[in-house]
Nanobody, 132 residues
Framework: QVQLVESGGGLVQAGGSLRLSCAASGRTSNFYTMGWFRQAPGKEREFVAATRWSGGSTAYVEAYVDSVKGRFTISRDNAKNTVYLQMNSLKPEDTAVYYC?????????????????????WGQGTQVTVSS
């Protein structure tokens, strides 16, 4: 049974930083794609960032929603079975519950990478609140 456990959420002022962690019970190297999604009250779950095995010399490639580009960085440490989301220059509109997601399917395309319905495994979520 795969378990993903997020941590690192909290309350921060606008302009501040947080680092979210997602620890997997299994080997993260088995997950070709791992991502972060978020859901604000009354809104649908939206894609934030993902790291996907490319099969090439660059190993993993990252993808981000436009609203977080240049502010958020996703990374993974397969030795620790953990994926991270470093969030800098936080804004009040970043306030949401952040979820870690993972999938073992090889070859996610761009549409699948950003589609929450494409991921098989989810964490319970961690709250991020950014005050103005």
């Amino acid at each position: 049974q795969v378990q993903l456990v997020e941590s690192g959420g909290g309350l921060v002022q606008a302009g501040g930083s947080l680092r979210l962690s997602c620890a997997a019970s299994g080997r993260t190297s088995n997950f070709y794609t791992m991502g972060w999604f978020r859901q604000a009250p009354g809104k649908e779950r939206e894609f934030v960032a993902a790291t996907r095995w490319s099969g090439g010399s660059t190993a993993y490639v990252e993808a981000y929603v436009d609203s977080v580009k240049g502010r958020f960085t996703i990374s993974r440490d397969n030795a620790k079975n953990t994926v991270y989301l470093q969030m800098n220059s936080l804004k009040p509109e970043d306030t949401a519950v952040y979820y870690c997601a993972a999938d073992r399917t090889w070859g996610f395309n761009t549409a699948q990478t950003t589609d929450p319905g494409a991921y098989d495994y989810w964490g319970q979520g961690t709250q991020v609140t950014v005050s103005s």
